[in-house]
Every structure is written in structure tokens, then in C-alpha cells.
């Protein structure tokens, strides 16, 4: 008889159909999760069409399309992230998933690979579907760049794989799958709202930049802008430049904390 | 070899005894029922013997490994019904199964699990879409799917209408005939004599019987009982050789008695008597 488990990669990639399958039957992360940045893109180009900025030297003009494109990727990246794997993982802890599952051989490792590779697949969809709105519906200019695209890219998936950290880690709040869309929903508003995704972040108050900049979502918000905004915008930033590599040391100490975080408390169920 | 051995398990929380010095072993192809009231230990004791629960004291060895530190192989070997939590739902019950064997190194085959617990009719349809007991069978085929060596059901029919509870019955049998090693707690008595082979008792966190399903409670307390109406007032005997006392009986009182009846007692009444003692303080020996 064959006693040789699956390979650990192998289940993870099965987890990843798995999840991705029951995310897209599941309406109410779709279209908070997937659909929402994309919606709030509209509303906020809509709500500001008349807006243009003229920028000396770029050999362009900004609308609102290019002015919250950045924003929308960084909450694209923030809810498919932490929003949605914090929600689902504090669900899946209190209606018996977890303890289903550390009933049966499975590697932790293999669930989180299907958690990560469900965030990764729909967060790259759902920033394809909000790069292309941008820029066929509402003109947004697009990079045209190879540099630009791979800045992008990094600060994308780095940025991704911190917001999907924190996600594991706020899913430890609720105390039941009930309150779970309750508790963290609101962090997640506050975090936008001082992070510089529905508010310029150079006109927040010193003291809320400065908590804010211990969240990565400020730095994966910069990191877009410099990829997106012309480059006389550094300008307008703190310190008068993007700092990229502070963008990737940000991110990266949070991916770091994370790990060693998630891999010293996580636990398929609390024995007692 | 066997099964399972539990030797003076305890669980004590903060200052209530959950399990208090429990022994039983099962053997390798035999169903073990533990009986006993809401509350009395079942659960805690299936718990640790399935990992899910850490114990006080006692030694626990589940086909030779603690269950406690177990490893995922040893998962690969063991089965547990969950009580359906509502964690399914999204995905068909096919998709579902399915991928839960891709879990294990010797699934199944899924069709057959599915035929097995009575869902081929509903195998594409979303788990959420179906009744409370369809649920439920879903939780069993997810139990039975790697093909387990020893199956855990803890209150497996709670809820089920009695159509759906023989129908349960036959598929535990199937499994049995199989050679499965099944242990099972339950609180409906007629469930344990359809499925136990061996059996035992748990109140209060106390074993106060082990042993065959068809003899818990000692010879004694299954003495068969005589009872008849006589000169108006309702009589009971309880006698080893009933046929020969009802013999005496016509005999004596010279006309057919009133309202004869012979009753051996079942497991229902004979576990009631083995509460009721055990809560008067009577301490029985297996």
C-alpha cells in the first residue's frame, strides 16, 4: 500500500483551484474584494471629471483618471490582501474549516500556498481589469516604460505579499465568523483613509503621516505613484522624492516580521 | 495489536474532572460505542483521541502513536466525521470530495464514496443546497475518504430523521465488513446494540461499564423479569429461570395470571440502572 504523502507543493497548487473556486462562488468577496477598487476608479474619475492638473516640464496634463489610478492599485492591493484573506482565514478559523483540515494530513504550508496563490490570482486580475478601465474608458496615461513596468511589478507583488501577511495576522481579531466582515472592515477604511488613497497624503497632519508610514500600505501607495505620476510629482512627496528603496525596505521588513510572526502563532486549532 | 489503548486517561479544566481515570482498549477491526449521558465525557474523550484535545494524565496510543504529537502521516490513517459547522458549501459535493482526496496517499475512489454514503444524486450540486442530513453524509464521505484505518464518529446521527439513521447504519456496517476499526459515541442506546460490538459506559467523566455491547451491566442487571397482576396489585419478580417460575406461579395461584408479562431488560434500561447507581453513589464493578 502506497503510505507516501502528496508532495506539499502539490496539494498547495490543488488548494489553489480550491480557493479560487470557492472565492468566485462566493458574491460578496467578489464584489467587495474584486470589483470594489475598480467601482470606487469610477466614481472617483466620474466625480472629478472636470480636474486637470498641468504639470511644468512633464509634457502632460493629469485628469482624475491618472490622479487615482496609483490610489485604486494600492487599495486593490489592500483588499484583496488583508481585507480578503483577513475576513476569510478569521472565518475559516471559527466555522470548523481549520479543524476539518488539521483532521486530515494536509501541510499548513500547502493551505497557505493556496491562500497566497488565490490572493495573487485575483489581485493580478483585478489590477489588469483596473490598468485597462483607466486607460480605455478614461484615457489614463499609461507608462512607457520597461523600468517603470518592473518598479510596478515589484512594488506590486512585494507589496501584495505585506498586505496579505497583515492579512493573516488581523484574522486573529474576530472572536467569531459572524463578526469577522465587522471587525476588520473598519481598520481597512482607516488604513486607506491615512495612507493617502482617498486623501493626498502630504496634506495629512505630521503625527498621522508618520503613524502612517508604519503601515505598508503608504509605501505600496508611493511606490505607484512614482510609477504612474510624472516624474516633477516627486516633488510633492515628503522629502521632495519617491525613495524607492525606502518603498522596498518598508515592505520587505513587513513581509519579514510577518513570516516570523504567522509561523510562530499559527495553529490549525487551539487544543485545550 | 491493538487499535487503541487508553490507559487511566484524565482531562481535568480548572476545577471541573471532564474525564476522570478512564481504560479501554479496542481491537484492530472492531466497533467501540461509548455511551453516556450529554456532558459526560464522550466528546472530550473522542477529542483526544483524535488530537484535537490535550489530556491531564494518562497514557493514549492510537495505532501506536500519541495522538497528541501526532504526525501528518499518522492523519493519513486515521478518519473523523466532523459535526457539520457549516464550513462546506461553495463547491459541489463531487469537487468537495475530490479534493480532499488529493489530501491523502491512498484515497478512495470518490464515485464509490459518494455511492457509499447514499449522494450520487447529488453529487454536482453545491453542498449548501443541501438538507441538514445530505450535509451530514457529506461529512462522513470526507471521514472515509482516505481511506482511514480507524474511523472516529462522534454523535454521528444527532438530528437525523430515522429513514436517514438505517440508511447511516448500513454504510457503517459496509465498513465494518471491510475490517474498519470504528469508534463511535452516541447517545441513542438502540444505535450502539445495531452497531457496537464492544461498548462502554461513561458518566460523569467515570467508565462504569465495559465490555460486549450484548452483556454491559453484568449478568445480573439483565436478569429476565416476570411481572403479573395478582388479587389486584401488580407484582414483579426477577428470576434466572422464568419459564419454571411462571410454572409454580399457575400452579400456586391455580388460574392463568393476570396480565403476565417477560422482560429482559435491554441496554436501555440496563444503562438508565447504571446512571441512576452511579449518581446514588453505588460503585459498579465491570
Known sequence: MKTELPSILGVGIKRIGYELKSYIRTPDAVFFNFFFPLMMLVIFTAAFSNLEIDVPGAGRVLTSADVYLPAMLAMGVLVSGTQNLGIDMAIEKHDGTLRRLSGSPISPVSYFIGKFGQVFVSATLQAVAIVLTARFVFGAYLPETMELWLTFAWVFYLGLLASSILGIAISALPRSAKSANAVILPPILILQFISGIYLSFTTLPEWLQNFASVFPVKWIGQGFRAVFYPDQFKSVELGGDWFLDQVAIAITIWVALGVVFTLLTFRWVKKS | ?286
Open chain 2, 1 to 286: 495489536m491493538s487499535a487503541i489503548e487508553v490507559v487511566g486517561l484524565s482531562k481535568r479544566y480548572k476545577d471541573f474532572q471532564a474525564v476522570d481515570d478512564v481504560s479501554f482498549s479496542v481491537s484492530r477491526g472492531e466497533t467501540f460505542v461509548l455511551l453516556g449521558p450529554n456532558g459526560a465525557g464522550k466528546t472530550t474523550t473522542i477529542e483526544i483521541l483524535e488530537g484535537f484535545r490535550t489530556r491531564t494524565s494518562g497514557e493514549v496510543k492510537v495505532l501506536g502513536q500519541d495522538p497528541q504529537s501526532a504526525s501528518r502521516a499518522f492523519r493519513a490513517r486515521i478518519g473523523i466525521v466532523q459535526q457539520s459547522a457549516g464550513d462546506l458549501g461553495r463547491l459541489s459535493v463531487r469537487d468537495t470530495i475530490t479534493h480532499f482526496a488529493s489530501l491523502y496517499p491512498n484515497p478512495r475512489k470518490v464515485e464509490e464514496v459518494i455511492e457509499a454514503v447514499g449522494l450520487h444524486g447529488k453529487a454536482s450540486e453545491p453542498i449548501k443546497k443541501l438538507s441538514g442530513g445530505q450535509q451530514h453524509r457529506v461529512d462522513v464521505a470526507l471521514g472515509l475518504i482516505g481511506n482511514p484505518e480507524v474511523l472516529f464518529l462522534d454523535e454521528p446521527t444527532t438530528g437525523f430523521d430515522p429513514e436517514v439513521r438505517r440508511a447511516f447504519w448500513e454504510v457503517i456496517r459496509g465498513l465494518q465488513q471491510e475490517g474498519m476499526t470504528i469508534m463511535l459515541t452516541t447517545h441513542y442506546l438502540d444505535e450502539a446494540e445495531e452497531l457496537g460490538h464492544r461498548g462502554g459506559v461513561i458518566v460523569d467523566g467515570k467508565l462504569v461499564a465495559l465490555g460486549k455491547i450484548a452483556e454491559i451491566g453484568g449478568r445480573d442487571s439483565r436478569k429476565p423479569e416476570v411481572s403479573w397482576v395478582e388479587a389486584g396489585v401488580q407484582r414483579i419478580e426477577r428470576t434466572d429461570s422464568p419459564s419454571l417460575f411462571i410454572g409454580e406461579l399457575s400452579k400456586r395461584i391455580g388460574t392463568e395470571p393476570e396480565n403476565l408479562q417477560v422482560k429482559v431488560p435491554n441496554l436501555e434500561q440496563v444503562y438508565l440502572q447504571l446512571i441512576a447507581e452511579h449518581r446514588n453513589g453505588v460503585k459498579i464493578e465491570d
